[in-house]
């Protein structure tokens, strides 16, 4: 009886020294974290007791419980309250079970949902002084970021293009893909109602670039309709973020059943073959990614040389511009428009005038 006595008072007292200890991380519930940041952590004893003990982590994908990462360092823990980091505890090693796991240069954990367990183990008892699992969530700064066409537009023509800006920093994202929403809005709902609540219109799944090519082959949008379009970036099959929903609608007037009749050629920077054309007027259309500004577009001949240029407003998005060719411009011999962009990024178009 004496011996379970002694044995049952032992058993108390490891249970109360134990529960002395206490761990608390200090890690963002949400948003963007780098690897550092799991060793911010708390630990308060309240007895009189000075540990050596190591401290593990094991962390974990919260959605598929696949172990992603488990780490070890020492601390000395003295009696109070010791608020410690990454470099504090150095050194630190670490097992990585997924390849990949962070990104190579800011160490930061991809985008997805994740729960970190740690553990106080005292060194020379292996006892678990403490021990604490957290959630949390990562994901980008900022969302993607809608182009063109812009917001509230009443465009000429039905979009050849969709652009966006893509989420930051990118180094978050192991494989970045996009969807495209686009619906219509019917009246009296806001673009995010039209989007949650309507049936697509057209959607497009697993895009790698920052950038949809309506295709000509699909259902035209309908003129004087107004349509909500949206993009929701991807890590893979994981949701990561999405951008706001911007409205959009074509106009129905004569300007664009005379764009729409006529042809225009393409003006960008990988053009192969010459464009005839059968008179003095040629007709190009060109996409801008840049802001709206006023440039020159410059005509040279086959040798290099200036032919003439055309000071022009160039819109965000595409742009169709027509110009009639003076007598400079022969029949029968090649010329070269060409537009530079901001970037200094040359887009151009090889063309000669038939003669009849």
């Known amino acids: 009886m004496k011996k379970f006595v002694t044995f049952f008072c032992l058993l108390m007292a490891a249970s109360i020294s134990i529960a002395q200890v206490t761990l608390q991380p200090i890690v963002p519930s949400v948003g963007m974290v780098q690897k550092m940041q799991l060793w911010n952590l708390i630990i308060l004893n ?72 740690y553990s106080l183990i005292e060194s020379k008892s292996e006892n678990v002084l403490a021990s604490e699992c957290i959630n949390f969530d990562t994901e980008p700064l900022s969302p993607p970021m809608l182009i063109n066409p812009s917001d509230s537009s009443e465009l000429d023509i039905q979009p050849s293009q969709f652009t966006w800006a893509p989420p930051t920093p990118t180094m978050m994202f192991n494989n970045l893909q996009y969807q495209t929403i686009i619906t219509e809005v019917y009246q009296g709902q806001t673009a995010t109602e039209a989007i949650q ?51 959009f609608k074509i106009k129905n007037d004569s300007t664009a059943s005379t764009i729409d009749n006529n ?34 577009i410059n005509f040279y001949d086959d040798k290099g040389n200036v032919i003439t240029d055309k000071e022009q407003k160039i819109l965000s998005g595409d742009n169709y511009f027509e110009f009639h060719l003076n007598q400079k411009f022969k029949k029968d011999k090649k010329y070269k428009l060409v537009i530079t962009d901001l970037n200094g990024k040359t887009n151009f178009l090889t063309f000669t005038i038939h003669s009849n």
């Not at 697993?206 to 699909?218: G, H, R, V």
């Not at 107004?226 to 409205?247: L, T």
């Open 46 to 117: 309240n007895s009189s007791n000075h540990y050596v003990a190591k401290i593990e982590i094991v962390l974990r994908d919260r959605n598929s419980q696949l172990e992603i990462l488990n780490a070890v360092c020492t601390i000395n823990i003295p009696s109070g309250a010791t608020q410690t980091n990454a470099s504090a505890l150095e050194p630190i090693i670490y097992n990585y079970t997924q390849a990949n796991t962070f990104n190579s240069q800011l160490n930061i954990l991809p985008v997805g949902a994740y729960i970190a367990c």
């Open 197 to 247: 609540n309507n049936l697509p219109f057209y959607i497009e799944d697993n895009l790698p670039i920052n950038l949809l090519n309506y295709p000509s082959s699909n259902i035209n949008f309908e003129k004087n309709k107004w349509y909500a379009w949206q993009i929701i970036a991807k890590d893979g099959d994981n949701y990561a973020a999405k951008s706001e929903a911007w409205i």
């Open 263 to 296: 042809p225009y050629r393409l003006v960008q920077n990988d053009l192969t073959g010459t464009y005839i054309i059968n008179d003095h007027l040629l007709r190009v259309k060109y996409f801008s990614y840049d802001k709206l500004r006023t440039d020159k």
